[in-house]
């Protein structure tokens, strides 16, 4: 009896331990790099064993961050649009081998050689959308975004380069739409969301009351001022235009250890870097990087947008996940940094 409770307790030294290694790091890392606010959540097997915030989700009324906090999801959010387009190949309804210029007369004659796949694995040859061009502040229509990266000529031909492309994302929700007659973000939240128990995980809207929503912020010369404004619809595309709390991503990771939206053998198809035609190997799924961690596969993503960073790695054939969300610009703020780094507290990082 003595040894198992000198064991329980070791247990729970080691634990207490370990959590402060992650308190002691995190503080760390959001001192060097200026975060204002951070959230951090720990998952094992899908259950969380540490979910906590750090700092300030808003400087001007000093609001704490908290387990239930929504940031913005920048990047991350396209596993969430690939896990959608791979649930409608699921029902049918298109298949990867799908040329998607079907969906797009617009650019009859140019993406007829373009399949689904490239769209999802950033292998399209597709320039990105021209954002120094645009005017961010204007609600360009479906009909204009299309034409914007129609107008462009293409980089590469489709399946022999891998570029990321925001566009190609953008050009998926526009895809699901008129497949579909339905908004992506609504699909989103009725096969995806609410399944999962995301209560509070939604596209971003400004305008709407959201509980709980951080400030987004940006370095200066002169210090940290609030996020550039954009137009309401560059905010709802595909790319990565969700807001989603600590505990939304905990659901969420919970889901795929579960396989709950999607079979295991169509998950493992998603997290299977894409081959080019030349037979180079990417490092790129289908909305996921693939890397590894202390010999077990490591799929992973980062984000940013307006003021907001985001990164989440799963070790698909170990046990943990991370999940850090900040809000402060890319240009300072390295949450892949503090992820790996808590991800090495918890077992050795191997950098393939």
């Given at each position: 009896m003595r040894f198992l409770a000198s064991l329980v307790l070791l247990v729970s030294v080691l634990g207490i331990a370990r959590a402060d290694a992650v308190d002691d790091l995190v503080s760390a890392e959001m001192k060097k790099q200026g975060i204002p606010g951070l959230s951090l959540v720990v998952l094992k097997d899908g259950k969380p064993v540490k979910t906590k915030g750090y700092g300030e989700a808003n400087l001007e009324h000093h609001v704490p961050v908290k387990p239930e906090t929504m940031f913005q999801s920048g990047s991350v959010g396209k596993q969430f649009t690939a896990t959608l387009v791979m649930m409608l190949v699921g029902d049918g309804k298109l298949t990867l081998d799908s040329a998607i210029g079907q969906w797009f007369p617009e650019a009859q004659g140019k993406w007829d050689k373009i399949l689904l796949?490239?769209?999802?694995?950033?292998?399209?040859?597709?320039?990105?959308?021209?954002?120094?061009?645009?005017?961010?502040?204007?609600?360009?229509t479906e009909a204009e975004l299309v034409m914007l990266m129609v107008s462009q000529p293409a980089v590469k031909p489709p399946g022999t380069e891998w570029r990321y492309n925001n566009g190609g994302y953008v050009m998926l929700g526009v895809l699901v739409h008129r497949l579909t007659g339905r908004f992506y973000g609504d699909l989103l939240k009725e096969r995806i969301f609410t399944p999962l128990g995301m209560t509070t995980a939604r596209v971003i809207s400004e305008r709407d009351i959201v509980p709980n929503r951080a400030s987004g912020y940006e370095m200066q010369t002169d210090g940290l001022k609030n996020q550039e404004w954009v137009s309401p619809v560059l905010n709802t595309t595909a790319d990565g235009?969700?807001?989603?709390?600590?505990?939304?991503?905990?659901?969420?990771?919970?889901?795929?250890?579960?396989?709950?939206?999607?079979?295991?053998?169509?998950?493992?198809?998603?997290?299977?870097?894409?081959k080019l035609a030349d037979g180079t190997v990417t490092k790129y799924g289908f909305g996921w990087q693939v890397a590894s961690h202390g010999g077990s596969r490591l799929?992973?993503?980062?984000?940013?947008?307006?003021?907001?960073?985001?990164?989440?790695?799963?070790?698909?054939?170990?046990?943990?996940?991370?999940?850090?969300?900040?809000?402060?610009?890319?240009?300072?703020?390295?949450?892949?940094?503090?992820?790996?780094g808590v991800l090495d507290i918890y077992g050795p990082r191997k950098t393939s």
């Open positions: 796949r490239h769209l999802l694995s950033h292998t399209s040859g597709l320039p990105d959308m021209p954002y120094d061009k645009m005017d961010l502040r204007k609600d360009y235009s969700l807001y989603l709390s600590g505990l939304d991503y905990a659901k969420w990771d919970a889901g795929l250890r579960g396989a709950r939206l999607l079979k295991k053998s169509v998950l493992e198809q998603m997290w299977t870097p894409m799929i992973e993503h980062s984000g940013a947008w307006q003021g907001f960073t985001t990164y989440i790695g799963r070790m698909v054939d170990g046990h943990y996940s991370v999940i850090v969300l900040t809000n402060l610009d890319a240009g300072h703020s390295n949450p892949v940094k503090i992820g790996h």
